[in-house]
């Protein structure tokens, strides 16, 4: 037709342009004049909008205010935890066919409401596609079916708190609300200030779908002090967040000491490496860097990580793409002098600037790449906001595993390569929850996402996201109280009490022990020494009184031998604690002395725990190549693997009750997953474990794989929280202690299992004797992380 503008197939194929997409809201637009552009809280199943309350304003793309939300005081935060425990009374009553239909029925709601949540999104800077929820409530909607027949053990928690940071996507907040509800929980949410308007209209879809009133609660304000107060009443159960870590770190530190259990996912804050190798398509590689390094909302910050022989073709492909990209829009201005601040000083370190597009002027800034940095650049360790792409390069493949594996965040990573055995050793190697190969930004919620180090203390999707909802009936949890008056810098410095022994008999010079570090016994780095008291108070002996030097040579040790130790087969290590249960029961006698004159029981109950002991050790062998991942069922294409792997080293501060059969219970389920451990025996009845030192070297465990140090708890509970190596605390001790380790391993992050033994003890306490194997499961699920991998084959 003459006179038209209309390009061909064939223009558009040699400018590789995106179509237009549809910018129409009217119906978003629609739904927030139904509520005069001024959106309260979701509680008990219908809106509420107090006149009295502070309001913050939702803004879209371009600045301009489209509505505004209420924030909320402390008398909402008790009324929406009122309603989540008479909506949790209902709810967990039901049958779990009855929460699957609604849930299914949820589903079909959002299909219907489709175009109004896609819009809703839209408008308030938060994109998420509606069939991606669609399969999020169906996925989970087969799980709340399913939780009674396969959990029987497992019970919920009561009313969990979802909380999450401003720029989280409405698919990471809905990711801890389905599983919360399908597991029987009720859920008071916390959305951040992107995430509010769709977290309302979700709220209000549920009650189309058929939720009991209270169940879901949606209260707004700033994330960060309302997720505080919300977690601070006493009929919260549990917080899970979602978001940027700093937020993260400032709630938890806000949280500590309420006795809320606490998880974390911290993906917007996680730097992930995008590797091509030279056996790459480069085409596609290239495209895909497009798709992710320049777009205004990103779930994660990328470094592009090039093998050196192919950087100059994709260096190459990198410009011929950016060439007529136009500028992207940043989130704030702010975010334009943190960018111009980090390219200067990577040009000052002599990195080479790919700027094609002119720079724009304020919220707009132009498609960058920043080429031949070092990995210790600023850029690289902690990406600038906005359109930025710090690339590096490697030399072998070994060479960009370790460049992948270097950053501190450990949530994903992509590999581009062509070779499948590449691809397979590369995903298994790197130090990440996630690895998509030849693909990236795959979500699907069969597949666990599961962050390392500073990226995450929980895993969301799949089978094994749902735990972090539920609870064992029998096992117990963390009293409800108030913080108690902690000084944290001080916490643990006290100085150790020293018994002095009244008179003096030559017939019983108490025996002086030493502990276990690094494989061999030493005596505390301090020299000093303790005096373990019979239950007379007579002195028994005299143990080292250890330190942080002493943790920190144990784990020094540990560090080099856990590789090894977890690379080695299952069988192999499976034959290694067959090994140690059968030097334990050639030691049975001693020990159960030991136990006696220790603790007081009588000869046969102490016979009884070696015996126990035993047979829980050969439990741990025997599980040790029966624990594998599966291939899960996706609805796109493609082959997916999710596997169990080690948390690293982890520390481990003894139980006083069953002090031989809570030591090996702890030490074979964190040793059969491939762990390496640090140990610190009751400081109370610490003659056993001390006695099985020599249980530990006459077996074939590799010296340095497990570490027993003596000495005062708070003192080195406060070592092992501080230790940035150590991944995870497994902690029986005092309420302090644990208020101490929930603010203090909020940074670094660490995985944590927290028992206040002063209240176990009037509970009767975890039941050590039992051979329930959900206790088992328990501790299994304890010691691992999970890694999915994910391989297109179209």
Known sequence: MAGT????????????EYGPSSTSTATAQSWLEKHSRILGFFIDGKFSSPADR????????????????????????????????????????????????????????????????????????????PAVLVRLAQYYASWAQLRDTLMPEWIPHGIVAVVVSDDCSVYFLLLKV?????????????????????????????????????????????????????????????????????????????????????????????????????????????????????????????????????????????????TGMKCVPLATETDRNLIDAAVQEAQQQGATLIQLCPPGTGALYPPTVLCGLAPSCESVISPPPGPVLPLISFRSSA????????????????????????????????????????????????????????????????????????????????ARSSPSSINYADFGSAASRFTIPEGFDPSS?????????????????SGCSR????????????????????????????????????????????????????????????????????????????????????????????????????????????????????????????????????????????IAMGNAVVMVPSEKYPLPALEFIQVLQASDIPGGLVSIITGGRDHLTQALANHSVIQSIWYWGSKEGCQFLQYSCASPLKHLWLHCEEEEEREAGQNWTSSNPSLQEELWRKAVVWKSIWIPTA
């Open 54 to 129: 502070q309001t913050q304003d939702v803004t879209d793309s371009k600045a301009a205010v489209v509505c505004s939300t209420v924030c909320a005081k402390d008398e909402d935060v008790a009324s929406a935890a009122s309603s989540a425990a008479g909506g949790f009374k209902t709810w967990s009553g039901w049958s779990g066919y009855q929460r699957a239909k609604v849930l299914l029925k949820l589903a079909s709601v959002l299909q219907r409401h489709s175009q109004c949540v896609s819009e809703l999104c839209e408008v308030s800077q938060s994109s998420t596609s």
């Open 178 to 322: 389905l599983p919360a509800l399908a597991m029987g929980n009720a859920v008071i949410v916390v959305p951040g200030k992107t995430t509010a308007l769709p977290a309302l209209l979700l709220a209000q879809l549920f009650m189309e779908a058929g939720i009991p009133a209270g169940v879901l609660n949606v209260v707004t304000g700033s994330e960060a002090s309302v997720g505080a107060k919300v977690a601070q009443n006493p009929q919260v159960n549990y917080l899970t967040y979602s978001g940027r870590q700093q937020s993260g770190e400032a709630l938890a530190k806000a949280v500590a000491g309420w006795g809320v259990p606490m998880s974390f996912s911290l993906s917007l804050s996680s730097v992930c490496p995008f590797i091509i190798f030279d056996s790459a398509d480069f085409d596609s590689a290239v495209d895909g860097v497009i798709e992710l390094a320049f777009k205004k909302k990103r779930d994660f910050q990328w470094v592009l990580c090039v093998q050196e022989s192919v950087l100059d073709s994709v260096v190459a492909r990198l410009k011929l793409r950016m």
């Open 399 to 478: 060479e960009g595993v370790t460049l992948g594996s270097h950053s501190p965040h450990g949530q994903a990573a992509s590999i581009w390569t062509e070779d499948l055995t590449l691809a397979l050793e590369s995903a298994k190697s790197l130090c990440v929850g996630s690895v998509w190969v030849n693909c990236h930004s795959v979500m699907d919620p069969a597949l666990p996402l599961c962050g390392r180090r500073e990226s995450g203390n929980c895993t969301d999707g799949g089978r094994e996201g749902l735990y972090q909802f539920l609870r064992l009936s029998h096992s117990p949890s963390l």
């Open 531 to 670: 005096s373990v008291l019979a239950p007379g108070g007579t002195v028994l002996a005299h143990c080292p009184d250890g330190g942080r030097k002493d943790v920190r040579n144990a784990v020094e040790a540990a560090i080099k031998v856990q590789p090894g130790w977890m690379k080695k087969s299952p069988a192999a290590r499976s034959q290694s604690l067959y090994s140690l249960a059968d030097s334990l029961e050639k030691k049975r006698r001693d020990l159960a002395a030991s136990i006696q004159t220790q603790t007081g029981i009588s000869l046969e109950k102490a016979e009884k725990e070696v015996e126990l002991s035993v047979s829980r050790l050969s439990d741990w062998a025997a599980r040790c190549d029966k624990e594998q991942g599966g291939t899960p069922f996706l609805p796109q294409s493609g082959s997916a693997l999710s596997s169990p792997e080690a948390l690293g080293v982890l520390g481990v501060i003894l139980p006083n009750s069953k002090p031989l059969l809570s030591l090996v219970s702890l030490l074979g389920a964190a």
């Open 5 to 16: 503008s209309a390009k061909t197939v064939h223009d558009i194929f040699q400018n590789m």
């Open 509 to 525: 010079v108490p025996r002086f022990y030493s502990q276990l570090v690094g494989g061999q016994l030493r005596k505390a780095d």
